[in-house]
């Protein structure tokens, strides 16, 4: 299988007394699904927004599909952020004034694409993350869990080959952590999407393909 997305020694310090990651080598293989595990403060979200190109770093090269990012203008890593990279976070950020449907087409309408347009594809992946019945309920409305699926269906809407998700579970109970889980990883082989999440929970970790571990700035596979 090829990589979507490799981390070849990977440096990154905020400044002259926080050095938090150190030599960083990570593969993300098409189709696969991989955790990222550590304590609090390990650097688990600085890596996720190098690797989602948000955040800089001094060391290292990252490649995206096949692409080095490392010689290419802002302008051309946007553009690939946008294209190849769905993010989902801990806390959904839905916008309160919008329905679910409007949530998900946000992205589309910033993009230019029809009012009408957005709509269908924003159904079409509402009903793909089983809330057929939530279509046009209010942000305000849905439960954390129905709330973190719409986020889910938002990050799908550019057909990303990546998702990078940062403790998408990690603000809501019990089952509803297992169903959405239970959901990324469905997505992941359905939609043929690479996936990388952040999660503390160990028994999440292990439902992945891979599991990594940041500590003390390096990154380990652990063998599940
Ligand atoms: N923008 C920033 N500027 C300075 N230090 C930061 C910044 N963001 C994170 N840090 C520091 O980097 C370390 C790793 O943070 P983070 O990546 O958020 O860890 P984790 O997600 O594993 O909890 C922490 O010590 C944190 O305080
Ligand atoms: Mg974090």
Redesign the pocket.
Known sequence: MTNILELKNIDKS??AY?H?LKGINLNLKSGESVSLV??????????LHIAGLLDSYQEGTIIIDGQNMNNIGEDKKTKIRLEKIGFIYQFHNLLPEFCAWENVAYPMWVKGISRPDAKKKSIKLLELVGLQDKINSSATKLSGGEAQRVAIARSLVNNPKIILA?EPTGNLDDENTQNVWALLLDLVKQQNVSLLC?THDMNLAKKTDNIYS?KNKKIVKINK
């Open positions: 905020y400044d926080t938090i550590g304590a609090s403060g390990s650097g688990k979200s600085s890596l940062d952040v940041l």
